[in-house]
């Protein structure tokens, strides 16, 4: 037998329903089946008509053994029609309730009804996930299209968006929507819990109720697909104004995600990257929106998940691991969400991670102060999961692409410092310069550094008979991998040379002839070849398009210009070659154009006549060494 009391609600409403619908009145003087909860004594099957619904009062009647909520200001036939079609579903133990749609819109109720069917049958994580999420997507499903009428294509563009909300507004406060309702009530026995959702809206038309063949492409209808994967089975009845879901109490230890829920995951993108090895951090103090956030990152494959109840907490976490994804609620305690933003946007290791902030706050200020603030994207609660879906989703995709990219550019890097090293050895070795300067009585200094990893510019020197030695410098067009090839494909052919190089115009004869034809068109070479005759005190010398190595003798210094053309830009150029004095106590500076193409300090080309200039005073030094540092310095 049901019993009926008031809630802020005058004695006379609480009289007239109890008549109408045959009720005993509570307190009375006589009211079997009674029980004893947190002092007070109740009967066990109450009915509480209340008025001025809040969140704080939903979870207090909730917590007493009461199995009916009726809105005061619902329909009169929308009371007696809910306890109708309970009456004739319910087994066992049963809770519900039946509210209009303001207090609908205004109060989590999935999350108030979930937590109490909970402290009634002591869910496990993911069970508790499944209810939850069902029961948020029918309540809105109910309340939007159902009740309220609103077509989801609103929801489409931002411009109908803007529409969306003020037919909302307005039909929340219309007593022809707002008095509608809806109602949920669950019962149970040993085996399952069975819930069931009624809404008072116009449901399916005709056509759609004939068909049955549900629109997958369509932009509305996803909603009830997701609710359905939720549960262990779902019926839709009366034209989908009533929703029915079981689940089963013998769940298996890991729940497996429904088919229907994952193709809703599936519809909101078409990249098919592996989500499985992601891992995504939530910072949420709310542990009933912690599990549904959990679950819904399941639903995509997602498992690597850590949970933090604020933001202290969750900016260690992220410290110790840094994740793929942070989930970020704006409201916590001990540190906000735009205080963590400021935290993790300060340093390079973590302002790269992307930042998805949920909040119920969805305002034009909220949005602009968090993104503002370094926030990747923005959802508002309470979430939608297709919208969550496709958020997670695109940026832990991003986030892929990147880590891939990153791998690419690191498995360059490792091979172009190889490669480095493959040019490198090309230059003379500290030994072979040793040994060098011991046989023909040379001091030899040298500065080497490519513009990038790897470079078109290389120098070696080789002995030709015990008084005769050689000494090039080479710069082929352009940077990088395509100019560092051409490098060693001239140090392979100049080894294969060897001593038969005669002199140096014969040398670079012989080199354009192998280069022509074999270069790629628009690739070529500037050298510079001198021969040292340490008996006879010459320097013989021949160039091709090389910048005039500078001969400091006596105090005096002259550039040693050449005519030749680069190598392997035409077949048979022709290449002079000039003798000069070189005797004890003269320097010569050979070097690239990086130097001549430096800017000075007006930030104008430094040209020859500039490097010539400022190279004067180091070239009268007596120790090479000093000489090259003292260049690098200027």
């Not at 209009?100 to 002591?122: G, H, M, S």
């Not at 809206?201 to 932009?219: C, F, Q, R």
């Not at 029915?244 to 890991?254: K, M, N």
């Amino acid at each position: 037998m049901y019993h009926i009391t008031g809630d802020s609600v005058s004695k006379e409403q609480v009289a007239a329903l109890a008549e109408k619908m045959n009720f005993k009145l509570w307190p009375s003087e006589s009211a079997p089946f009674m029980t004893t909860v947190q002092g007070q004594t109740f009967p066990k099957h109450l009915s509480v008509l209340a008025d001025n619904i809040t969140e704080e009062k939903l979870h207090l009647l909730f917590e007493m053994p009461i199995v009916n909520i009726l809105d005061a200001n619902a329909l009169q036939e929308s009371i007696e029609d809910y306890y109708r079609h309970k009456k004739a579903t319910s087994k066992g133990q049963s809770i519900g309730f039946i509210l209009t749609c303001p207090v609908i819109y205004a109060c989590d109720v999935a999350q108030i009804f979930t937590e109490a069917l909970n402290k009634r049958l002591n869910f496990t994580p993911s069970r508790y996930g499944n209810i939850h999420l069902a029961l948020h997507e029918a309540l809105v499903n109910g309340l939007i299209h159902g009740n309220l009428q609103i077509s989801s294509d609103l929801r489409q563009s931002a411009k109908d968006y803007v529409k969306y909300s003020q037919i909302l507004k307005d039909r929340l406060t219309d007593p022809a929507y707002a008095r509608k309702s809806i109602s949920i009530w669950a019962n149970w026995d040993a085996q399952k819990l069975e819930i069931k959702i009624r809404d008072e809206g116009a449901g399916y038309s005709i056509s759609t109720e004939m068909d049955k063949k549900p629109d997958t492409k369509a932009k509305s209808g996803r909603g009830l697909k997701m609710i359905a994967g939720t549960a262990d089975s779902c019926t839709i009845e009366d034209f989908g104004r009533e929703i029915t879901l079981s689940f089963a109490f013998d769940e298996p230890e890991h729940y497996q995600v429904s088919e229907a829920l994952v193709e809703s995951a599936d519809e909101v993108s078409h990249f098919t990257a592996d989500l499985s090895d992601c891992r995504v951090l939530v910072m949420e103090d709310n542990l009933s929106n912690q599990t549904l956030v959990a679950r819904l990152l399941n639903v995509v494959g997602i498992t690597k998940i850590d949970m933090a109840v604020d933001g202290i907490e969750g900016l260690h976490k992220v410290i110790e691991n840094p994740p793929d994804l942070i989930i970020l609620d704006i409201t916590m305690p001990r540190m906000n969400g735009y205080e963590v933003l400021h935290h993790l946007k300060s340093v390079p290791q973590t302002a790269d991670i992307p930042v998805l902030i949920q909040t119920a706050s969805d305002t034009r200020e909220t949005r602009d102060k968090t993104f503002s603030s370094g926030a990747t994207d923005f959802i508002s609660k309470p979430i939608n999961p297709l919208e969550f879906f496709a958020r997670v989703k695109v940026h832990l995709e991003n986030r892929l692409l990147v880590k891939d990219l990153e791998g690419k550019l690191k498995q360059i890097d490792e091979e172009l410092r190889a490669a480095q090293k493959v040019q490198t050895d090309m230059l003379p070795s500290e030994e072979s310069l040793k040994t060098f300067q011991k046989k023909y009585g040379l001091q030899i200094a040298h500065f080497f550094a490519p513009s990038s990893k790897l470079g078109g510019d290389f120098w070696q020197l080789f002995p030709i008979s015990s008084t005769r030695a050689a000494v090039y410098l080479c710069d082929f067009s352009g940077h990088g991998v395509a100019a560092a090839l051409n490098t060693v494909r001239l140090h392979t052919l100049i080894t294969q040379m060897n001593k038969g190089i005669g002199g140096p115009a014969a040398f670079l004869q012989k080199l354009n002839d192998q280069l022509y034809g074999l270069l790629p068109r628009g690739h070529f070479a500037t050298f510079f070849c001198a021969v040292i005759d340490i008996e006879k005190q010459t320097l013989s010398y021949s160039g091709a398009g090389a910048p005039a190595p500078l001969l400091c003798s006596c105090g005096d210094i002259c550039a040693l210009k050449t005519k030749g053309m680069p190598l392997g830009i035409v077949r048979r150029p022709v290449y002079d070659e000039v003798t000069v004095p070189f005797k004890p106590g003269d320097n010569l500076l050979m070097f690239s154009d990086a130097f001549t193409e430096s800017p000075n300090e007006e930030g104008e080309r430094l040209g020859d006549e500039g490097f010539e200039k400022m190279a004067f005073k180091p070239l009268c030094e007596d120790n090479p060494e000093q000489i090259v540092a003292q260049i690098m310095d200027s």
